[in-house]
């Protein structure tokens, strides 16, 4: 199983940005699809995540500014920023909890992170 990240970049203190996700291997199933952060000397935190029938949350730093959403028949998540603030700087990672075609258990697998700068 692979997570592919893409996206990010650099944008101006109130602009935008998306992200997205792609699993792809042996999947049987995914439950549910998340993107997470770190920012240079702090903890991992979570930013928001999305169940497989769709029921989201999220941090409250972004509540009302970011939108999770998934599409189950490409196995792939996204993240839209808007709003976007200096202190959403950080690395954003996708992390996905699902069971593929030679595990019956759910494990997380993780993304390579992508770097998402906001200038004031």
């Known amino acids: 199983v692979q997570l592919q990240a893409s996206g990010g970049g650099l944008v101006q203190a109130g602009g935008y940005l998306g992200l997205s996700c792609a699993a792809s291997g042996s999947i049987f199933s995914i439950k549910t699809m998340g993107w997470y952060r770190q920012a240079p000397g702090k903890q991992r935190e979570l930013v928001a995540t999305i169940s497989s029938d769709g029921n989201s949350n999220y941090a409250d730093s972004v509540k009302g500014r970011f939108t999770i959403s998934r599409d189950n028949a490409k196995n792939t998540g996204y993240l839209r920023m808007n709003s976007l603030k200096p202190e959403d700087t950080a690395t954003y990672y996708c992390?996905?909890?699902?069971?593929?075609?030679?595990?019956?258990?759910?494990?997380?697998?993780w993304g390579k992170g992508t770097q998402v700068t906001v200038s004031s």
């Open positions: 992390a996905v909890d699902l069971t593929s075609m030679i595990d019956s258990d759910y494990a997380r697998y």
